[in-house]
């Protein structure tokens, strides 16, 4: 048997694939659990980004969903949070009041449009985390926005007022 001696050398991109390093959403509603508990001594926010791209039945590309990956962590505080609520939805809990959060919320949307990538735009939909909600109904509310600021276009930030 031979053993080769020095270092082996692969001429290999480096692997991004920051995105498929995020927690799922299971995480999400395990983060969000969490949060709830303290949500009336600390306000905080549900954002879910999701991806708009015109509609060409492919899957988003992965380089588009690391950029937008590494657009978000850069946005965001020390004790805000990041994970993937869906294949091109990214939900973010923000310390804040509401007004914080639609504000991160329209910076985000608009820095997805400018990260170059042909025809990709987001729209973010938010939702309050109230004490007594489960985990599962703010990502429910945040999602629902999601669903009306893709309908209402590229750049649009929906944010869950409750029932009229």
Known sequence: MTIAHGPVVLDLPAPDGCAAL??????????LDARLATA??????????????????????????????RLVA?????DDWIGR?????????LAGDPADADAVAARL????????????????GVAVLEEGLPAREVLRRATLCLTTARSAGPGSVIRYRGVR
């Open 40 to 69: 009336r001594r600390r306000p905080a926010a549900l954002l879910v980004l999701g991806l708009l791209r015109r509609n060409d039945t492919w899957p988003t590309p992965a380089p588009a969903l690391d950029a937008t990956t």
């Open 74 to 78: 850069a946005s965001l505080r020390g």
């Open 85 to 93: 609520s869906g294949p091109a939805e990214f939900a973010v809990l």
């Open 22 to 31: 995020l927690p799922g959403p299971a995480d999400v509603l395990a983060q």
């Open 109 to 124: 949307a608009a820095g997805v449009a400018a990260l170059g990538h042909p025809g990709l735009r987001a729209g973010v």
